[in-house]
């Protein structure tokens, strides 16, 4: 027998012997009177009970559970048990939801899901920029009418989802490429993952230009050559002929060779580790080089300064720096006519070691400007190949200062010449007021 029937039957059993005890003591009317009362205020208490029962399993609430005494307090007790569990567990189901909410937030993935009739269920932040969504307004909202491009309309409802599908001209500024793979799962619905694959297209578009340009520049020499060697083989020429068709066809594999060494140094900046960043560069050196390379270069046809700041002090890989640096010395000598002033200076402005060339050659339209350290870009093509140039030497500039953090800044005037500076990252940057240690 269970507690509510072992308390129920003593109750009673104690009215019935009282009223029995009345009945023997004070006459019948007594111990009826007395039954007929106590089990009226009894089956009321009940009543009240059921009622307040009633009432907290219409909208049971932690702590608000009532008490009692004996056996309704009995019931209240278990009441209170069971919402406590009951409680428990929805706490954790809402942390382990809140938790997996919070991880598809997280992702660089746009997730999306659609119930059978392919009405936006929820989707997370990610997948409303890159569909340029409101989760909020647009749930419950049929898919294809809020994206009506008609490549993801036909995707979504052919049912092939084996390849994901790329959608062009996406987001904010209409200038994104989005993935998008539909995954069917459930009963009917479809969870839509999109990524930004903007970054990957671009890099593989990159790839494609750099593989055509390398092959231009290359075609070129090598179709000269080739018809040097084809007249040498096939026609017969005089002695002086085949010397002057030998010096040219010199110039082109030279030429090949150059390009070649560019795109090699490129190759090795990009897959070499990071430049030691305490190794400490010969400045003093480094800019002796620079100046006798840009005097052998221009042969007397310049005028050639040179400005150092015994103090100047930098750091970073010196074979890298005394390429980068010397490809604007050569430009300058390059692109700087007859007679023109070339000035190559180091100094140290506000923590930072700064380099800087000057010409007063051809200048630079500031809408080349930006693209100049692109590989292969040229402002002028005649006058690079016609002086040696390979169209990488910005590239490889750029290269080496970003391995340096270092910025490259350009100020240029067409026909009246340019300025390619070079600042140094205050932590590669130093100055030494005792020049004595340093060799300048
Ligand atoms: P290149 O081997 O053709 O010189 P770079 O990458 O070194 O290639 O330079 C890219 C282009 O920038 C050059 O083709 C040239 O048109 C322009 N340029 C670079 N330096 C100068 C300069 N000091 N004055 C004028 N034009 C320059």
New binding site residues.
């Given amino acids: 027998m269970n507690v509510i029937w072992a308390r129920s039957v003593a109750i009673l059993v104690s009215l019935i012997a009282i009223a029995a005890g009345l009945y023997a003591a004070a006459g019948a009317i007594t111990g009826l009177l007395f039954l007929s009362v106590s089990l009226l205020l009894l089956l009321s208490y009940y009543l009240f009970q059921i009622n307040r029962l009633w009432r907290v399993l219409d909208a049971p609430a932690y702590g608000e559970i009532p008490s009692a005494l004996g056996l309704w307090g009995e019931v209240y007790y278990r009441l209170h048990r069971l919402v406590k569990r009951w409680r428990t567990q929805v706490l954790s189901v809402e942390q382990q939801h809140t938790r997996f909410i919070q991880a598809i937030q997280a992702s660089p993935y746009g997730v999306l899901m659609l119930d059978d009739a392919d009405q936006i269920e929820w989707c997370n932040d990610v997948a409303e920029q890159h569909f340029g969504l409101n989760a909020k307004r647009d749930v419950r909202q049929r898919i294809t009418h809020l994206i009506r491009r008609p490549e993801f309309v036909h995707y979504l409802t052919r049912e092939r989802y084996d390849e994901p599908l790329v959608m062009r001209d996406m987001g904010e500024h209409k200038r994104n490429i989005t993935s998008v793979q539909i995954l069917p799962y459930g009963e009917n619905r479809k969870l839509v993952l999109t990524q930004d694959i903007t970054k990957v297209e671009n890099t593989e578009a990159m790839r494609r230009d750099f593989v055509a340009n390398v092959s231009h520049e290359l075609k070129t020499p090598l179709t000269v050559l080739t018809g040097f060697l084809e007249t040498v083989r096939d026609l017969p020429v005089s002695e002086e002929d085949r010397n002057r068709y030998i010096e040219l066809m010199l110039v082109q594999s030279m030429r090949m060779q150059h390009i070649v060494e560019d795109l090699l140094a490129l190759a090795k900046l990009e897959s070499d580790a990071q430049p030691p960043c305490h190794e400490r560069v010969n400045v003093g050196a480094l800019m002796a080089h620079l100046v006798h390379d840009a005097e052998a270069l221009s042969q007397d046809r310049h005028e050639i300064r040179s400005e150092i700041d015994p103090g100047v002090t930098v750091r970073g890989a010196e074979g890298e720096l005394l390429s980068a640096l010397g490809?604007l010395v050569s430009?300058?000598v390059?692109?700087t006519p007859e007679g023109g002033r070339i000035a190559i200076r180091m100094t140290y402005t506000d923590g930072h070691a700064v380099f800087s060339v000057s010409?007063t050659?051809?200048?630079?339209a500031p809408e080349h400007i930006p693209r100049?350290t692109e590989r292969f870009?040229?402002?002028?093509r005649s006058r690079?190949r016609d002086t040696g140039?390979?169209?990488?030497?910005?590239?490889i500039v750029k290269h080496v200062l970003s391995r340096h953090h270092a910025d490259l800044r350009v100020t240029s005037e067409v026909g009246r010449g340019?300025t390619?500076r070079i600042v140094f990252p205050v932590d590669r940057s130093g100055y030494e007021a005792d020049t004595s240690r340093h060799a300048a």
Avoid at 377 to 380: K, N
């Fill in positions: 490809n430009n300058a390059r692109y010409d050659g051809l200048g630079i100049l870009y040229r402002v002028d690079s140039g390979t169209g990488l030497g910005l590239a340019s390619f």
